[in-house]
């Protein structure tokens, strides 16, 4: 149950971190308005609450193996919000970086 958890909470991390940092980039970039920028910066402040409620405690890790998820999260955020089309390197890199995960948070200790 605790890997279980740990994966959900990673998911709503990347939503909230992802979806924060792609609003911020709409409201600058595509000019949508300060309103989108201020939702963002809250997005990004919920990405931050939603990392300490991962079951292990050390915070270095924790980011680490985010980081990894980050890489994954955004190339998928991006085919569903943007249209982008990742090439097989784009995906090769993703599933090295998912396996970084997996090994920095569920190997054995």
């Known amino acids: 149950m605790t ?6 909470l990673f998911a709503v991390a990347a939503l909230f971190e992802i979806g924060g940092a792609w609003l911020v980039w709409q409201g600058v970039r595509e000019h949508r308005g ?8 809250i997005a990004l402040g919920a990405y931050g609450f939603v990392a300490t409620l991962q079951p292990d405690a050390n915070f270095g890790r924790i980011l680490a193996a985010y980081g990894g998820v980050f890489v994954a999260g955004s190339l998928l955020w991006g085919v569903v919000m943007d249209g982008f089309r990742p090439d097989r ?9 998912l396996a970084g995960v997996a090994v920095i948070m ?3 200790r």
């Open 3 to 8: 890997v279980l958890k740990s994966l959900v």
């Open 34 to 41: 300060w309103i989108w920028v201020g939702l963002g910066v």
């Open 89 to 97: 390197w784009d995906i090769a890199g993703a599933l090295v970086c």
């Open 106 to 108: 569920y190997a054995p």
